[in-house]
Structure formats: C-alpha cells, structure tokens
C-alpha cells in the first residue's frame, strides 16, 4: 500500500525556521512534491524533488533521501502569511496522479 | 504558467439533485486529468484519473456511477456527482497533466449538498 506520514501540526513564531518532515512508503518513487495550501483554496506548488539532496527556492528549501524514503521541507525567516497546511505528495510512476500526505497545518504568530 | 480553472467555484444544491463541475486546461492541452476530493482539515484523496478520449479509471471505494467523469477534450474534463447527499458535501479538485508529465491543480469547488 501507499503511505505519506507528515506530522499534524506545528507552531512557529515570526522570523524563525521551521522543518517539516515527511516520510513516505510506496509502491514506486517518482518524485516528491511539496505543497501550500490555504483554508478553502487549492494546493499551490512549492517544490519538486525527484534525486537526493536539498533544493533551494528563496525561504523554501526542500530535502530528499530516497533510501530513507524521507523528505523535509525547511521555511527560513518565518511570516504570518506562511500560516498555512503544507502538503507531502508522493507520485509513484511517471504520469500518474500526487499521492497525498495529510498535510501539517503550521501556525506562526508573532 | 499553466492554467487550470474550475467552474463554479462553489454550489450549494438539494439533497437528491446532480451537480456537475468542470474542469479546463487554458493555455495547454491536458492530456490526463485527475479528480480529488478533500474533506474538512483532511488531505487530497484521488477519486479517479481521466484520460481524453477514454473510460476514467476509478480509485477503490469511489462509486464509478454516483460519480460520473467525462474527458470529451484534451482542455476539459467534467465530473457529476449525481444524486448527491449531504456526505458528498466537499471540497473537489481537479489537476491538469500536460505531456511534460507536471501536474497543475484548479482552485477547487466547494460543494454543499442541504
């Protein structure tokens, strides 16, 4: 079976970094995605990892080992804005759908 | 960047009526395009998958004849949950697959069935 474990929720405060782990077991590994979602609005992209190692984008960074069937997602200098659910995806084979985690609901307050 | 829209954003309707939601890809032609449905403070769960030109491919526990998927085109995929009730109130996206295999997600459609 498929499987994407991340933790439920977590708190920050401004300014600071903050990780997100995710841990996945599937049928097949073709990259790990990484998303923000909003109260009431669709995912948007935030990340992509397919080999080992981090991904820098700005604030977001994004790590992969795939021998461990691991990922972490690292926010730096933490905003309000960034409160927010942050979504594990996993696709198993090229060209099929995002496997998704339950997401980790982040609350940063100041 | 690619677009996806869905339309309506939103719909209330009658315990027993159908809803129909529609799903475009606007400046690319999707090639497969999947349906999830996401409940309250839970995640993404894949409905089905819908190829243009074929038959959707169902996930385990979805019901292929309450919820209905059409793939008429390679910009348009709609789904019908028909005969809808209250526990099919939820929140439905759909994500658009263009041949360079990314996937990209419509805002969503919040479905409230009384």
């Known amino acids: 079976g498929q499987n994407i474990d991340q933790p439920t929720e977590m708190t920050a405060t401004e300014g600071a970094i903050v990780q997100i782990n995710c841990t996945y077991q599937?049928?097949?590994?073709?990259?790990l995605f990484w998303y923000q979602q909003h109260a009431g609005e669709a995912p948007t992209f935030l990340s992509y990892?397919?080999?080992?190692g981090l991904e820098e984008k700005g604030r977001f960074s994004s790590f992969l080992s795939r021998s461990k069937g691991y990922s972490y997602l690292l926010l730096k200098e933490l905003q309000m804005k960034d409160s927010a659910s942050y979504l594990c995806a996993v696709r198993a084979q090229a060209g099929t759908a995002l496997i998704f985690g339950k997401g980790t609901t982040l609350s940063v307050s100041s | 960047g690619a677009v996806v829209s869905q339309h309506p954003s939103w719909v209330i309707c009658k315990s027993g009526t159908s809803v129909k939601i529609e799903c475009r890809s606007l400046?690319?032609?999707?090639?497969?395009m999947f349906w999830y449905r996401q409940f309250p403070k839970q995640s993404l769960m894949l409905m089905a998958t819908s190829n243009e030109g074929s038959k959707a491919t169902y996930e385990q526990g979805v019901e292929k004849d309450k919820f209905l998927i059409n793939h008429a085109s390679l910009t348009l995929s709609t789904l019908t949950v028909t005969s809808a009730h209250p526990e099919d109130s939820s929140f439905y996206i759909c994500?658009?697959?263009?041949?360079?295999?990314?996937?990209?997600f419509g805002p969503g459609t919040r479905l409230t069935v009384l």
């Open positions: 400046d690319f032609q999707a090639t497969t």
């Open positions: 990892n397919v080999l080992d």
């Open positions: 599937t049928s097949g590994f073709n990259g």
């Open positions: 994500s658009a697959r263009p041949l360079n295999n990314e996937q990209f």
